[in-house]
């Protein structure tokens, strides 16, 4: 969220304006809707599945488009280069919040962002074990936000945290590879499963913006959503249940981590604006990790045998 900040507040001050997808990791959602707006920042949220929507919103003081793709926690995508060629245009800044991908799956400035921004809490550090933010950006970006604005608010890594993601980046590419292989058998048989109603996971055919997730990305990443019969109960039950995976918010762990958005990580977003944004309230989140995918998926069996 440091270098969240640091982004927005290097390119917008009072008066100005964002357009955003609407759906967003619950802090990001929180900063647009709570605390930028305090400090004179208005923002648009607007449907990110069709890139329109962006244009429509933008205003004459639209400073900074803003983008996660896919989208925490409902995995939708954004078309990338459809939205890039209207900031182009525009001439407004594209940011790309490229957490869930990584640079091993997706690469947003070769597609035409600006800038762009990663939880290295999550994939890069890749162990659960450092709190830590990246932005990636043209030199001139870098060192206004670094001079102007992270400087002055301090959102700064400590050197221990920085020598763990130099660690963990040793090893990015074949965790997120093996990440996406363990997902897509988890996904496949979560689709399968009787007590699973809906399962969304971009290399799945059934996900509705699977063409798009072959065309922007190399690999599908390793989070997957789903709903089970029962609803929020049953969830419950299962996230209260499962041995292997852990219940936790945070993803990109090596460990496979489970978690309830409604209640935990997307908590900041009102009952409506969680419907809106189609995060369903039974919505359970797994971010898979690097066990055998067998173990995993036995975990998750013995937990649905409960409800
Ligand atoms: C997509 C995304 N962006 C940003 C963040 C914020 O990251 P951090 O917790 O490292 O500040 C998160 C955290 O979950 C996230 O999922």
New binding site residues.
Partial sequence: ????TTAVLTLCGSGDHIVSGDT?????HQLFTHTLPRLGIAVAEVDATDPANFERAITPATKLLYV?TP??PTLVLTDLPAVAAIARRRGIPLLV?N??CTPVLQRPLEMGADIV?H????YIGGHGDA???ILVGSSEFITRARFETLRDIGGCISPFNAWLLIRGLKTLAVRVRQHGENAMVVAKWLEKHPKVTRVVYPGLPSHPQHELAKRQQTGFGGLISFLIAGGRDAGRTVMNSVELCTLA???GDVDTLIEHPATM?HSTYSEEDLLKVGIDPAMVRLSVGLEDPEDIIADLAQAFARI
């Fill in positions: 969220m440091a270098a969240c967003l990791y619950g802090g990001t996660e989208a925490n919040d957490t869930f921004l939880s290295a809490t999550k709190i830590a933010g918010v945070s993803l990580t």
